[in-house]
């Protein structure tokens, strides 16, 4: 089966700095777009940060010139790396991607379970 592991997550200091990364794997035709969204409890998830196959960027303004979000096609993995955090950064961050698996017969999005981050001082 197709999954998506996040790993990266952790404790920092408000100015802080942390790298998230995510892999996919399983029985995979090809991926599409790949991205990272954000989510508190009692609110909805958010887009972080998108990145298309042939390296598009799209990114929520509230993380414009803060976060970097890059990928390896021969690896399938996507990054995001986080400069200058703050507070209302932390949330669960989830990984996710458009792919084609082998026996579907359609992209479909796949998500990870999701890494913690927490920004406080």
């Known amino acids: 089966q197709v999954q998506l592991v996040e790993s990266g997550g952790g404790l920092v200091q408000p100015g802080g700095s942390l790298r998230l990364s995510c892999a996919a794997s399983?029985?995979?035709?090809?991926?599409?777009?790949m991205g990272w969204y954000r989510q508190n409890p009692g609110k909805q998830r958010e887009l972080v940060a998108t990145?298309?196959?042939?390296?598009?960027?799209n990114y929520a303004d509230s993380v414009k010139g803060r976060f970097t979000i890059s990928r390896d096609n021969a690896k399938n993995t996507v990054d995001l790396q986080m400069n200058n955090l703050k507070p209302e950064d932390t949330a669960v961050y989830y990984c996710?991607?458009?792919?084609?698996?082998?026996?579907?017969?359609?992209?479909?999005?796949?998500w990870g379970q999701g890494t913690q981050v927490t920004v406080s001082s």
């Open positions: 399983g029985a995979i035709v090809s991926i599409d777009t």
């Open positions: 990145i298309t196959r042939v390296g598009t960027t």
């Open positions: 996710k991607a458009n792919l084609f698996a082998e026996g579907t017969y359609a992209w479909l999005d796949y």
